[in-house]
């Protein structure tokens, strides 16, 4: 069981920012990639950032600039730092893992996400 629960989101004026967590526990695994969507009501789920093992990141281009993923691997964790949050922003953010447990093999994950509101 490989579990990811996510924390940070809540009601947020524009302009202002949050900090979203995914937090990874279970038995013995390891993860590579780890990745940020969203999925606002009446769309289609978006790929919001991407962090792979060796560090490097990428960004979908409607949050690039304002928005920073990062992993802290003692703690099992991945942060969304979110800046300059717009109203279009308002959506259900999901952590998303690339495992592999030797028992298994490779697999994907989800938490159940985090709500992010963006309005005055």
């Known amino acids: 069981q490989v579990q990811l629960v996510e924390s940070g989101g809540g009601l947020v004026q524009p302009g202002g920012s949050l900090r979203l967590s995914c937090v990874a526990s279970g038995v013995s695994f390891s993860i590579n990639t780890m990745r940020w969507y969203r999925q606002a009501p009446g769309k289609e789920r978006e790929l919001v950032a991407r962090i792979i093992g060796g560090g490097s990141t990428s960004y979908g281009d409607f949050v690039k600039g304002r928005f920073t993923i990062s992993r802290d691997s003692a703690k099992n964790t991945v942060y969304l730092q979110m800046n300059n949050l717009k109203p279009e922003d308002t959506a259900v953010y999901y952590c998303?893992?690339?495992?592999?447990?030797?028992?298994?093999?490779?697999?994907?994950?989800w938490g159940q996400g985090t709500p992010v509101s963006v309005s005055s």
């Open positions: 998303n893992a690339n495992v592999y447990k030797a028992s298994i093999g490779s697999f994907e994950t």
